[in-house]
C-alpha cells in the first residue's frame, strides 16, 4: 500500500496530528482498530468500504467516506480489493470545529461524510481530489477545504488544554486536579467535554492510558503482564485484562498473538503498528 502523510499548517496543526493519502491492497479484508485518544475522517474515492462499530453492531457501507468521533471500543474496517482515500487523523477534539452537533451524538456511531458536509459539497471535493495531480496535491486540496470550514467553537480553549494535559501524562493525573487548576466545576468540565469530544475526561483519561499501555508492549519479546500493568497504574493485572477486554475485545494474550500474526506475515506494513487482522 501507498501511504503519503503531513501535519497541517496552522491553526489546523491545534486540532489535527495529521492528514494523509492511502491507497492499494489492504494486508487483509477486515482489519480491527482498538481505540485510541483520536477521531477520524476519511473522504472515499474507491470502491466502498464497510464498518462494523462494536461486535453487537451490524456493518455498514460507506461509499462516500466517514466521520468517526474518538471512540471507546474497537471498530472493525473491511477494505474493498483496493482502497483509495485520503483522511484526517483529529486530536480528540479535532473535528468539533466541523460539526454541526454536539460530539456526544456521535459517540461509536460512525457517519457518512453527506451527513456531515451535505452532498453536494461532499460530491464536489471528491471531484477536486480525484483529479488532483498526485498524494500532495490532494492533501493541499483537503486542507484547503478544512481551513474553509473552521468556525468558532465555544469551550475549545478549555476542552484543548485540559485534554493535551491528559495527553503528555498519558491520562496518570486526576480529575479534580484538571478543574482546580482550569478554574471550572467538574460538571462543566464534563459537559464542555461530552460536547466537543464525545466523552468524559475521565473516559479520556482511561483511553489515553490503554493506549499509552499497548505501545509499551514488544510484541516480539517476553511480556511480564504484572509488571506491565503496575507500571502503567492498573489497580491489579485482572484489572488491566478486564480494560484490554474492553476496548479490544480481546484478552492481552489473544491481543499478541494476533500482533505476532500481522508481525509475520507483513513484516514493516504500513498499517502495522494499531491494525489487528479481523479475518
Sequence with gaps: MEYVSRAPRPPLDGLIDDLYYLAGTS?????????M?????????????????GAEAETAAYDDGCLITMPTRAFEFGYPPRTRSVGVHFKPWGP?????????????????????????????????????????????????????????????GLVRHT???????????????????AG????????????????TPKRLARIHRFTATVFAIDPAGPIDWGELAGDAGYFD??????????FTG??????????????????????????????
Design 27 to 35: 494486508p487483509y479484508a477486515r482489519l480491527r482498530l482498538p481505540p
Design 37 to 53: 485518544p483520536a477521531a477520524l475522517l476519511v473522504v472515499n474515492l474507491g470502491a466502498p468500504f464497510r464498518i462494523r462499530a
Design 96 to 156: 468539533a470545529p466541523f460539526l454541526a452537533m454536539p460530539a456526544a451524538e456521535l459517540c461509536d456511531r460512525p457517519v457518512t461524510l453527506e451527513q456531515v458536509w451535505g452532498r453536494p459539497a461532499v460530491a464536489a471535493l471528491r471531484d477536486r481530489l480525484a483529479s488532483a495531480d498526485g498524494p500532495h496535491q490532494m492533501l493541499t486540496l483537503l486542507e484547503e477545504e478544512l481551513m474553509r470550514r473552521l468556525g468558532e467553537t465555544a469551550g475549545l
Design 163 to 181: 485534554g493535551s494535559v491528559l495527553a503528555a501524562t498519558s491520562g496518570a493525573v486526576a480529575i479534580g486536579d484538571l478543574t482546580v487548576a
Design 184 to 199: 471550572v466545576s467538574s460538571t462543566h468540565l464534563a459537559q464542555r467535554f461530552k460536547q466537543l469530544i464525545g466523552v
Design 237 to 246: 493485572q485482572a484489572h488491566f485484562g478486564h480494560e484490554f477486554r474492553a
Design 250 to 279: 480481546y484478552t492481552p494474550t489473544q491481543y499478541v498473538e494476533v500482533r505476532r500474526r500481522f508481525l509475520r506475515e507483513h513484516p514493516g506494513h504500513v498499517l502495522d503498528g494499531w491494525s489487528l487482522p479481523a479475518d
